[in-house]
């Protein structure tokens, strides 16, 4: 009711807006009734406007045509005399070359005749420019006669200056010492005009007879033209350069490279000459008589390199370069780097210096040599043979390396040589050849790599032997510490070690031997260098030791197992310390594993594998053993518990036992332990349980086990010592309370159940610690 009081004045306020409204709407609907009208208006006005502009546009259009006409009355005189002007100069300037056409034709038929080859040789190329502006009027019978006189002055100048250059240096008969080089020098400058052809003959005939005289000196049954007098070829050749340098050195143009031609032409003729000796005498080829040569050979070609560009080899004239080329000579290169004694294996992966710039004549000559270079592998064969037999006698002589945190475990010393043999054949033959040759030595490196691997490695791993000592129950419970030894001695096992570092060795060398020789071979022949296959048996042989490693400790240890299951554990009165087998086990795995360890010290990751193996071999022997203890009173089952606690402990502990420094065992390597060990850990709980209600220790073992299988439950009940009426009744129980498998698993025996996290086993077992110490 309060809220009604102003409802009066609410009521007038909202009719005064509604007033004011209509008078807005009013107002609005009044001025929109004159829009029509101005709309109209506007569009008049604005169609109005569009013509004016369009006569405006039409009147500018119409002066700008009569402009545009008055502009070309003005200038069509103008471009008449532009194009008469352009014309007259035209014919002027014809008129001049034809002139000069005419009277350089007339001079260069008199000069020809005269052989005045030095004004010739600048006038013929004038009278050719001159010629070529004529081209497009070669239809005017003048024009076309000039042009016909002037082939036929370059065809008499070419034949003229051949028959000069015969008439010099004649093809048979001595040369002439003292020939006109004048009227040669300028006869050349005149060729380089005329046909290249013309210079191509000049030049092939002048080195023809320049080299005629090496071809009857060193002809095939002469004594000289053997391999063992190679270096007086290339001593021949360098007084013969000596000699035109001195006597024709400025007779020919200095673009032509006659030095060099020269010298390649004589590499053609003396690889072709080498090839046919060495055919005719290939028995008389020997090593030591073929590298010879090869050095010899290879050394003068890294002499043309620093003396010559190559220029003449690609046939592009005039190609200077700006600094002399680096030898690339192999023997000069690595000459103190093939060493034996002054390099190391560790080269093969050291960052080898920038190469020099590729060698342009590298195997103009030593390419006759490639046919021949079986001889050389072949020797190395032989080499390598034998280099592997004084391995095997002297390995045999010294006997395996001394034990010791130094000397023990440490790579063969015979590994080292052989691969610094082998990168010096690497490096000696990819320089003779990076074919084929490359390719056999590449064999013959497989096939040493594997009689090492056989013959050094794994021929000389220490034999298992068939007889085995074992601890009885007596020594056990005596607890005599040191009664039985380990099966291979301190020495085998750093033999062994020795070994798998050896191997480890040549298994990453062989590696990288590989690559280098990918690097060194034609890449058309890459895919055929493969040493997998050999690194594959160096890796069997690591596997190998790292067994006889595994075997040798897990048979020590043996004995102490199989007194455990022959131990009377029904009979156990009280738990004590840890059982003698424990201390057994333990004692074998301090000698052992100290030993190995520090042999293996470079290749921590393989002593990781044989920790890891050893516990997976080890884990389920113990399991096995603890099944045939049956059967066990409760006592028994604590004490075995206790035990099993010990060598859990000392499983973990295993990578540094011993050790006075103590790292952190591999997570790997103790979720391993930590599994294995706490199944056992579980059975013998399984065991002290009672087994009254029955339907209770069922679901207990499922519970805890987390194994489907019936035989495991039977052997439990076994080590409990369960009547077989009894087990009977069990074992139906069992397989009644068995979760029923998830759909789309095949039904097996062994079933996955959730077990309890070690963090909750650990406790337990400190819980059952506690106990037996309070029992105590």
Not at 303 to 329: E, H, I, W, Y
Request: hydrophobic share 35%; net charge neutral; glycine share 6%.
């Amino acid at each position: 009711m309060v809220s009604l009081a102003n409802i009066d004045d609410v009521v007038n306020k909202i009719r005064l807006k509604i007033r004011r409204l209509d008078d807005n709407i009013r107002t609005v609907v009044r001025g929109q009734t004159n829009v029509g009208q101005d709309g109209r208006q506007a569009l008049e006005e604005a169609q109005n406007a569009i013509q004016q502009l369009f006569g405006k546009i039409k009147d500018i259009k119409d002066k700008a045509e009569k402009s545009e006409q008055m502009v070309k009355e003005i200038t069509r005189d103008i471009k008449q005399l532009d194009h008469a002007k352009r014309h007259l100069t035209t014919s002027i300037t014809t008129l001049n070359h034809l002139h000069m056409l005419a009277g350089g034709v007339d001079s260069l038929e008199a000069m020809t005749r005269k052989r005045q080859y030095g004004e010739v040789a600048n006038l013929l190329q004038g009278v050719v420019n001159v010629l070529e502006h004529f081209h497009k009027y070669m239809g005017i019978p003048q024009i076309r006669q000039l042009s016909e006189r002037v082939k036929a002055a370059q065809s008499e100048l070419g034949t003229q200056i051949l028959a000069d250059f015969e008439e010099a240096f004649p093809s048979q008969g001595s040369k002439r010492s003292g020939g006109p080089s004048n009227v040669l020098r300028d006869a050349c400058l005149v060729a380089n005009v005329l046909d290249p052809r013309i210079r191509q003959e000049i030049i092939k005939k002048f080195i023809r007879q320049h080299l005629s005289e090496y071809l009857v000196l060193f002809q095939e049954n002469q004594d000289v033209a053997w391999l063992d007098k190679i270096d007086r070829r290339y001593a021949w050749l360098k007084r013969q350069l000596v000699d035109y340098e001195e006597k024709y050195g400025h007779m020919f143009p200095e673009e032509w490279c006659m030095t060099e031609r020269i010298a390649v032409e004589f590499c053609h003729i003396t690889r072709v000459e080498l090839a046919k000796v060495m055919r005719t005498r290939a028995k008389e080829i020997e090593v030591k008589l073929l590298l010879f040569a090869i050095q010899r050979t290879t050394n003068f070609e890294g002499l043309l390199a620093k003396r010559f560009t190559g220029c003449t080899l690609t046939d592009v004239p005039g190609k200077k370069a700006d600094s002399p080329l680096q030898s690339t000579n192999p023997f000069l290169e690595d000459e103190a780097a093939d060493d034996p004694g002054s390099e190391k294996e560790e080269d093969l992966d050291r960052p080898r210096k920038p190469k020099a710039p590729d060698n342009p004549f590298h195997g103009i000559v030593s390419k006759c040599f490639e046919p021949h270079l079986y001889v050389y592998i072949e020797s190395q064969d032989r080499n390598l043979g034998e280099l592997i037999d004084r391995f095997v006698a002297d390995l045999r002589a010294q006997g395996p390396p001394k034990a010791g945190p130094e000397e023990g475990g440490a790579v063969l010393p015979s590994c080292a040589d052989l691969f610094v043999y082998y990168k010096k054949c690497m490096v000696q033959c990819s320089q003779l050849s990076t074919g084929e040759p490359m390719i056999a030595l590449s064999t013959i490196f497989q096939k040493y790599l594997r009689e090492y691997a056989w013959k050094i490695l794994s021929g000389n791993l220490p034999k298992t032997s068939s007889s085995s000592g074992g601890l009885t129950i007596s020594s056990l419970l005596k607890e005599k510490e040191g009664s039985e030894a380990a099966k291979f001695t301190v020495d085998e096992l750093c033999l062994i070690c020795s070994i798998l570092s050896t191997a480890e060795y040549c298994l990453a060398t062989t590696q990288q031997l590989e690559e280098k020789l990918k690097e060194k071979v034609d890449k058309v022949l890459v895919e055929r260098i493969n040493l997998t296959g050999e690194m594959d048996t160096f890796s069997t042989v690591i596997s190998n030791s790292i067994q006889l490693l595994v075997q040798d400790l897990d048979a020590a240890c043996d004995p102490a197992l199989t007194a455990m299951s022959k131990m009377p554990w029904q009979s156990v009165e009280h738990v004590g310390d840890q059982s003698p087998y424990v201390t057994s086990v333990i004692m074998h795995i301090k000698q052992n594993v100290p030993i190995i360890r520090d042999n293996l010290a470079s290749t921590r990751k393989y002593f990781t594998q044989f920790c890891i193996k050893f516990t997976n071999s080890f884990i389920p022997k113990f399991i096995n053993h603890l099944f045939r203890c049956k059967p066990i009173s409760m006592v028994g089952a604590e004490q075995l518990l206790l035990d099993t606690h010990s060598l859990k402990t000392v499983l973990l502990d295993l990578p540094s036992i011993g050790s006075q420094v103590h790292r952190k065992a591999p997570a790997s390597y103790t979720k391993i332990v930590v599994k294995g060990m706490t199944r056992a850990e579980m059975i013998l709980k399984v065991v002290m349980a009672p087994h009254e209600p029955a339907v209770v220790f069922v679901d207990n073992y499922i519970k805890l086990l987390a194994d489907g299988n019936p035989e495991t439950f039977q052997k439990i009940l076994d080590m409990k010592g369960l009547k077989r009426s009894e087990q009977s009744n069990m074992l139906d129980l069992f397989r009644q309370r068995l979760p029923t498998p998830p759909s789309g698993s095949d039904g097996g025996p062994s079933l996955s159940f959730s077990a309890p996290t070690p963090e909750q086993e650990s406790s337990r077992i400190r819980r059952l610690e506690k106990l037996i110490k309070k029992r105590l």
